[in-house]
């Protein structure tokens, strides 16, 4: 069976500070990856997802997250984070298209001005 | 485009009662949708897969005659939680699948459900 860890739960950075959330899944097959974020009362939204090829993908928003199949990662990073990227990021991957997705338990960012 | 919306988005009922959740997909057709279940601080779960004009498949532990899905059209499933209790309260979140696009799922604003 998949499952999704993500590591950090609760992260506080300050604004203009680095970014980098842990993600790991477990299944060994083909695996399509993805980050979602869930701003403050709002629906979940794709930041950014890997099926293939280049394993740095480029998301929405400044995002970007690095697929290292021998950690089985998929680290989600921003250089620079803003009051505005507080949210819940949520990391998950599913076998294959169609299928649904195994989600992380998700990690709290909060951004302090 | 791809806008899925929820509802009700939030509702409050008594211990014994049934309660109906609405998933729609506005601006595309979807032959699958996906019922997720958040616990506070904690992931989604995945509930049920469910299939337009067939019967949903159930994640292991999701008691279907508890929370019945029906997939009756393109655009909208239901999820119906019978004789809802105090435990059933959550967040209930559909995602639905384009026709076509089977790469992304659209998801819902979600249901907060708070049974008495």
């Known amino acids: 069976a998949q499952s999704v860890s993500q590591h950090n739960h609760h992260v506080i950075l300050s604004e203009a500070a680095s970014l980098e959330l842990g993600c790991n899944y477990s299944y060994g097959g083909t695996v399509n990856l993805f980050w979602y974020v869930q701003y403050p009362g709002q629906h979940l939204q794709l930041l950014l997802k890997?099926?293939?090829?280049?394993?740095l993908v480029k998301g929405i928003k400044g995002f970007e997250a690095e697929f290292i199949k021998s950690k089985f990662s998929f680290n989600l990073r921003k250089p620079s984070v803003q009051w505005s990227d507080t949210a819940e990021y949520f990391c998950?991957?599913?076998?294959?298209?169609?299928?649904?997705?195994?989600f992380g338990k998700g990690t709290s960012l909060l951004v302090t001005p | 485009g791809a806008v899925v919306s929820q509802h009700p988005s939030r509702v409050i009922c008594k211990s014994g009662t049934s309660v109906k959740i609405e998933c729609r997909s506005l601006d595309f057709q979807a032959t699958t949708m996906f019922w997720y279940r958040q616990f506070p601080k904690k992931s989604l779960m995945l509930m049920a897969t469910?299939?337009?004009?067939?019967?949903?498949?159930?994640e292991q532990g999701v008691e279907k005659d508890k929370f019945l899905i029906n997939h009756a059209s393109l655009t909208l499933s239901t999820l119906t939680v019978t004789s809802a209790h105090p435990e059933d309260s959550s967040f209930y979140i559909c995602s639905a699948v384009r026709i076509g696009y089977t790469d992304t799922q659209y998801f819902g604003p979600g249901t907060r459900l708070t049974v008495l």
């Open positions: 890997y099926f293939s090829g280049d394993p």
């Open positions: 469910s299939n337009e004009g067939s019967k949903a498949t159930y």
């Open positions: 998950a991957s599913r076998k294959n298209s169609g299928y649904a997705l195994n």
